[in-house]
């Protein structure tokens, strides 16, 4: 059974941190990226980060870089998303996904955000942030 598990979500103050966890299971994780989108209340779901597991190639959405690092323990089979100078803005519910690193012959840049290519969802986890 395919299992994405995210946790870490909470309240938290602006500038403080956070690291959310999605523990993968159930498929081969190397022919995947692992991805968070998150979804603010009222907005449109939006991918913030993503890593390929095979070669860790990381990517990020321009309105985190240089306060989100995402990473992974292979050996767990878990990816982490660590929130540093968080702000109101960044709540949100944040899901992990995972979407197959090579599709056809395209780009991976092309389609890293695009969430009908994902093939597995986890449920949200909450974070909220106050001023």
């Known amino acids: 059974e395919v299992q994405l598990q995210a946790s870490g979500g909470g309240l938290v103050q602006a500038g403080e941190s956070l690291r959310l966890s999605c523990a993968a299971s159930g498929f081969t994780f190397d022919d995947y990226a692992i991805s968070w989108f998150r979804q603010a209340p009222g907005m449109e779901r939006e991918g913030v980060s993503s890593?390929?597991?095979?070669?860790?190639?990381?990517y990020y959405q321009d309105s985190i870089k240089g306060r989100f690092t995402i990473s992974y323990d292979n050996a767990k089979n878990t990816v982490y998303l660590q929130m540093n100078s968080l702000k109101p803005e960044d709540t949100a519910v944040y899901y992990c996904?995972?979407?197959?690193?090579?599709?056809?012959?395209?780009?991976?840049?092309?389609?890293?955000?695009?969430?009908?290519?994902?093939?597995?969802w986890g449920q949200g986890t909450l974070v909220t942030v106050s001023s």
């Open positions: 996904g995972a979407v197959l690193r090579w599709i056809k012959d395209w780009k991976f840049e092309n389609y890293v955000w695009t969430e009908d290519e994902y093939d597995y």
């Open positions: 890593i390929s597991i095979v070669d860790g190639n990381t």
